[in-house]
């Protein structure tokens, strides 16, 4: 059991410890504790879209600009991982660009998302479009 | 309850319903059109009917695979009213292209499996006609 004196003591040094401690934590930011933001979840379609956009990137090599400018408006709304590679062009350039309509179907095929399968799907008749025209398909 | 796949064989019904109302339409446009006159258009006209036709029939072996009475066309269908030049006949061919490519596109999310391939497909083969009766090719056909 503490004293008199004792618990006086303890009274008047508490307020003043605890008064300290909330003094050094509002003044010192860098020990405060990092701001708690959870990790953004990843998209379960993501490597569907990487690995389409690895076969855009590799069909347009040698082909005619109209086919990486239609490209380019495809690969920004997939919105691919940053640094995607291009597989390794193998052919003609004209097979690859046929073959794309099929990449494009599978990959819609595969994936989940309605708004993504949508996107896929008219990608693939966009391209389907610029092969009609010039006579490819 | 609608389950996946009753959801993905109702979007294929879908589809084949359009096809039956592209054929009529698409029949009595290629009946005001002179050969003699304006052949290009008609055989524009007679390449999207014949299309029509093979998906029609594609959509039909799909339904019937599934064990489903394949939905059956309607006695009769709306017509573009006071078409009087080959313009006006090639600009309706063109807008029920327009709309079968958007219509096409709303139902492959609903499919699955090979129902979808066979849905993307036929969008693929509307969106290139587009470009039969004078459409310029576009980014995403049917948004």
Known sequence: MLSRRTAVGVAVVAPLAASACSASEVLDPVKAPPPSTPPAPTNPDQSVIDATVAEILGADKGAPSAFAQLHRAHIEALAPTKGVAAVPAKGRWQDRQVALVTTLTTAAGRAADPQLITLLASAAAGQQQLLHGRGLA | ?143
């Not at chain 2, 327009?98 to 509307?126: E, F, H, N």
């Open chain 2, 1 to 143: 309850m609608t389950t996946a796949n009753s959801a993905s064989t109702e979007a294929v019904q879908a589809a084949l319903a359009v096809e039956h109302a592209s054929i009529y339409v698409l029949g009595a446009l290629g009946g005001r059109t002179s050969a003699t006159s304006s052949p290009a258009l008609a055989r524009a006209l007679t390449d999207a009917y014949d299309d029509h036709v093979n998906a029609r029939e594609a959509l039909a072996a799909h339904v019937v695979a599934a064990g489903i009475e394949p939905v059956a066309p309607s006695a009769v269908y709306d017509l573009p009213a006071r078409i009087r030049s080959d313009a006006g006949i090639g600009a309706a061919a063109l807008r029920l292209e327009k709309d079968t490519t958007a219509t096409y596109l709303s139902l492959v999310p609903k499919a699955t499996g090979s129902d979808r391939t066979l849905l993307i497909q036929l969008l693929c083969r509307a969106a290139a006609r587009q470009l039969d009766l004078g459409a310029e090719p576009v980014a995403f056909p049917g948004t």
